[in-house]
């Protein structure tokens, strides 16, 4: 089974500011790799995949890179509405998510 | 737009079943590959099961083979997940979900159902 270990656990930013999220796997996935969002009560949502492409309407302040075993998320200027739980999945062996980021506000 | 809306969920003792159902609308169910992922307080998000559009490929992973059985209905355009011999592991949120292409599947989720509870407990 492939491990996605993602840090941190808790990011605490202001609106406006940068937020950088990590996904590590144990083993290399080349580029298959997928970020979703999930805020409380609501159904998660696919914000990217194949590492790097956004999913239909997502907006362009998402952006997603890296290939093998690193991979980030970068949210570029966080919007109030970005605040929720991010998670990582890989596809290359079965199906696996990371443990999730929460970006709470400072 | 597509939209999933998932049922059945419930208090259930130890050993029992239920059935959980998945109601699709805004697109056209028989070409997607649908799956069932639950997010539970030991083991977070956890992928179940997949069926094919065509219900030619079915998987499970290992924690529910044997328990657990997916299928699909095209005409009524409803996912089911029916649960044997529940144990308080399986406690959590069970979400349905579409894959992300029509046909061949991609095993990239969107969109996904609000999810249903369910609780396995004496």
């Known amino acids: 089974e492939i491990v996605l270990t993602q840090s941190p656990a808790t990011l605490s930013l202001s609106p406006g500011e940068r937020a950088t999220l990590s996904c590590r796997a144990s083993?290399?996935?080349?580029?298959?790799l997928a970020w979703y969002q999930h805020k409380p009560g609501q159904a998660p949502r696919l914000l990217i995949y194949?590492?790097?492409t956004r999913a239909t309407g997502i907006p362009a302040r998402f952006s997603g890179s890296g290939s093998g075993t690193d991979f980030t998320l970068t949210i570029s200027s966080l919007e109030p509405e970005d605040f929720a739980v991010y998670y990582c999945?890989?596809?290359?062996?079965?199906?696996?998510f990371g443990g999730g980021t929460k970006v709470d506000i400072k | 737009q597509a939209q999933l809306v998932e049922s059945g969920g419930g208090l259930v003792k130890p050993g029992g079943s239920l059935r959980l159902s998945c109601a699709a609308s805004g697109f056209k169910f028989s070409d997607y590959a649908m799956s069932w992922i639950r997010q539970t307080p030991g083991k977070g998000l956890e992928w179940l099961s997949h069926?094919?559009?065509?219900?030619?490929?079915?998987y499970y992973a290992e924690s529910v083979k044997g328990r657990f059985a997916i299928s699909r209905d095209n005409a009524k355009n409803s996912l089911y997940l029916q649960m044997n011999s529940l144990r308080v592991e399986d406690t959590g949120i069970y979400y349905c979900?579409?894959?992300?292409?029509?046909?061949?599947?991609?095993?990239?989720?969107?969109?996904w159902g609000q999810g249903t509870l369910v609780i396995v407990s004496s």
């Open positions: 979900v579409r894959d992300r292409k029509q046909f061949a599947p991609s095993d990239w989720f969107d969109p």
């Open positions: 069926i094919g559009y065509g219900l030619t490929t079915i």
């Open positions: 999945q890989q596809r290359t062996n079965w199906i696996t």
């Open positions: 083993q290399s996935v080349d580029i298959s």
């Open positions: 194949d590492a790097s």
